[in-house]
């Protein structure tokens, strides 16, 4: 029993290794990390200037004229946090402007959260404009590429592509473009 935690229920583990493989997926086709890391920002810069700490007794009170900026800033890092998740088109707008604000939060916004959310801040926007939409090579299917057939025709040259079996002809098609000849099946001259 304490072996097999999901035995009690039947299908549950199916359910739940699915669930998971689908996150999996889905996180793996846009920046997660990166939209988590600024949503994470956000948040410290919005809560230190609005609450009021105590230290043995003595009110430490971060409200300052900042509260404002404060809110604005943590907000739209909030928002872009989001936005990078549903809509990685607009990565690296998202990464910059994060990452200025940020910086700006700095001055603005009581050190940045306390630096809590300037560093969230500046990492989230800096994986943001790192990230790359291509697929890892592991993923990639390597086909060999093959060689164009070239042969003559009437107009010109015709080269059919072996890969996609596209044909191009005309008088720019192949290699004889400049008075040369093509080599023809047998690879003789």
């Known amino acids: 029993m304490i072996n097999e935690p999901f035995g009690t229920l039947p299908g549950l583990r199916d359910r739940i290794d699915g669930t998971r493989r689908r996150f999996r997926i889905w996180r793996g086709g846009r920046p997660f990390w990166a939209g988590l890391f600024m949503l994470l920002a956000g948040a410290p810069i919005i809560y230190f200037p609005y609450i009021h700490i105590t230290l043995k007794g003595v009110a430490v009170a971060l409200s300052t004229t900042a509260g404002a900026a404060s809110l ?36 603005l916004a009581n050190f940045g959260g306390l630096f809590f959310g300037l560093f969230f801040g500046l990492v989230g926007g800096s994986l943001a404009c790192a990230w790359d939409p291509s697929p890892p090579e592991g993923e990639m299917q390597h086909t060999r590429a093959t060689p164009s057939v070239t042969a003559s025709g009437s107009e010109g040259h015709m080269t059919v592509d072996s890969l996609t079996g ?20 047998g690879g003789a001259p």
């Open 72 to 107: 604005i800033i943590g907000i739209l890092l909030m928002t872009l946090g989001v936005t990078l998740w549903f809509h990685q088109q607009v990565r690296v707008f998202a990464g910059i402007a994060g990452l200025l604000l940020a910086l700006v939060s700095f001055p």
């Open 166 to 185: 596209q044909a191009g002809c005309g008088p720019d098609a192949g290699p004889s473009r400049r008075g040369e000849i093509a080599p023809d099946a």
